[in-house]
Structure formats: C-alpha cells, structure tokens
C-alpha cells in the first residue's frame, strides 16, 4: 500500500485510488452541481468556484513528497467519481493524522465511507505507524457522526463554535478518535 497510485475495491462497484490532477473537473463539477447541500457541512465550498480552484489544491496537495503528504482518494461507483476521502491535519512526529470525506447525496447510506474510512484507519496504523486517527463532524451532522460511532471512535467532546460555515454560522464540532491499540479490524 505504499507505493503511489494506491485503489482499492469495495461492495457494490465502489472503490477509491489516489487522486490525480486530471480528477479536478470531475470534483469540482460535483461539488458545484450539490453546492447548496455540501455548503451546509464543507467550509471550503465558497472557495471551489472553478475547475482551475480545484487545480491549485490539487497541484498543492501532490507537490509535496509521497512519504509526507497528506493523501486524498477519489471514490467511484464503477468508474465514476461520487466523492472524496482523505488524510488532512497529519503530524509524522506525535503519530496522529485525520480523516475527512464527502459523498455525493445519492451514494449516501450504502455503506461507502464507513469501509473507506475502515481501510484508511487500518493503512494508517499499519502502513503509516500512526498512534492516533481522529475524525472531526459537525454536531448537528448526525449521518457523518454515525461512522466514527459505528466503528468504535471515542467521542472525545466538542468543540464549542469550531467551523466557520459558508453561511457565516459557526457549527459545533464532534471529536473522535482511535488509538491504534484499540484497533481490532
């Protein structure tokens, strides 16, 4: 696994691989056809405003070198982009990084994030030498929540007003995390 160009199948045709430049449109169009629905959760929405917007993160995120960047998949229904899931926030010296997703609404409730989420989880531990994988929702986000729950996550607390929304509200957000020792999958 960590050899670049990593993919990995799941149930019912879904899989995701590293993200590619040549993935931006593909994301870009799918956050701008659901922009209304993801801005209520994503604060970076407002700042995805063209394909070229979606580039630059890109471009940022694969400049840096393999072994110390955050990587970000792609997830497909068959060939098809339906969404995002990454490592963001990661931290090599204390051995803790995060995952964060999105999924188009269509493709939600099947199942999808918690097996990325599954796979992600066990790469870090395994593959990375993580101690620590957190996972970040906002409160009133009650599906999001449900897949640190489902797979064990500590509910660490909240924290009081800590994302800014494109509406200018600030969401409380939900903490949850995994301590490797305390991963059996």
Same mark, same amino acid.
């Given at each position: ?17 590293? @993200? ?9 169009? @799918?956050?701008?056809?659901? %922009?209304?629905?993801?801005? #209520?959760?994503?604060? !970076? ?19 840096? +070198?393999?072994?110390? #960047? ?10 098809? !982009?339906?969404?995002?899931?990454? !490592?963001?926030?990661?931290? %090599? ?11 188009? +609404? ?17 790469? @870090? ?40 929304? +494109? ?7 939900? !903490? ?8 059996? %999958?």
């Amino acid at each position: 696994m960590k050899e670049k160009g990593h993919t990995h199948q799941f149930d019912n045709g879904y899989s995701i691989r590293e @993200a590619q430049l040549s993935d931006a449109e593909a994301i870009f169009n @799918a956050l701008d056809e659901n %922009r209304e629905y993801f801005s #209520r959760w994503l604060y !970076f929405v407002p700042f995805m405003q063209s394909v070229d917007d979606e580039i630059s993160f890109l471009k940022e995120t694969l400049s840096k +070198p393999y072994d110390s #960047r955050d990587i970000v998949f792609v997830i497909e229904k068959e060939g098809v !982009f339906v969404g995002l899931i990454g !490592f963001v926030n990661t931290n %090599r010296q204390s051995n803790k990084t995060e995952i964060g997703y999105w999924l188009l +609404p269509n493709h939600q409730g099947k199942g999808i994030i918690t097996q990325a989420v599954t796979h992600l989880t066990t790469w @870090a531990f395994n593959e990375w030498g993580m101690n620590r994988v957190k996972i970040q929702c906002a409160v009133e986000n009650l599906e999001s929540n449900k897949v640190p729950q489902r797979l064990g996550f500590t509910k660490e607390g909240i924290e009081r007003e800590g994302q800014l929304l +494109p509406s200018g509200e600030y969401a409380d957000l939900c !903490f949850y995390s995994m301590l490797k020792k305390e991963w059996n %999958r």
